[in-house]
Nanobody, 125 residues
Framework: QVQLVESGGGLVQAGDSLRLSCAVS????????VAWFRQAPGKEREFVAA????????YHTDSVKGRFTVSRDNAKNTLYLQMNSLELEDTAVYYC??????????????????WGQGTQVTVSS
C-alpha cells in the first residue's frame, strides 16, 4: 500500500516562511499526480495546490497564489510546499495526497485515494 508522511510544520509568525515535505513510498511516485490540502478546526478540507506526475504542470488555489509554490522531486519520491508570507488564515493541518485513479492533475479531494497523517501549521500575529 502507498504511504505518505508529511513533515516541516510548526509555529511561526505572520510573514514568515515554512517548507513542507511529503515522503512517498509503496508505489511508483513519478506516475501519479499529487497535491496538498488543508483543514482548519471546524472547517472543511480545502484544496491548496497540486502538481502533475512529471512536475511540468502546477495549480495553486487563488488564496495562496504568489505566496505558495508546489513542486516534486521524483528521484527522491518527495512532494514539497514552499509557503512564504504566511497569514493567520493559513493556520491548519496540511495533508499531502496521491491519486492512483487519474493520470492528470486533479483539484478535488475525492479524486485522491491516499493521504498522509497531516502536519500542523500555526501562524500567530
Amino acid at each position: 500500500q502507498v504511504q505518505l508522511v508529511e513533515s516541516g510544520g510548526g509555529l511561526v509568525q505572520a510573514g514568515d516562511s515554512l517548507r513542507l515535505s511529503c515522503a512517498v513510498s509503496g508505489r511508483t511516485f513519478s506516475s501519479t499526480p499529487v497535491a496538498w490540502f488543508r483543514q482548519a478546526p471546524g472547517k472543511e478540507r480545502e484544496f491548496v495546490a497540486a502538481v502533475s506526475s512529471s512536475g511540468a504542470r502546477t495549480y495553486h488555489t487563488d488564496s495562496v497564489k504568489g505566496r505558495f509554490t508546489v513542486s516534486r522531486d521524483n528521484a527522491k519520491n518527495t512532494l514539497y510546499l514552499q509557503m512564504n508570507s504566511l497569514e493567520l488564515e493559513d493556520t491548519a493541518v496540511y495533508y499531502c495526497a496521491l491519486s492512483t485513479r487519474f493520470a492528470s492533475l486533479r483539484t478535488r479531494a475525492s479524486d485522491y485515494n491516499y493521504w498522509g497523517q497531516g502536519t500542523q501549521v500555526t501562524v500567530s500575529s
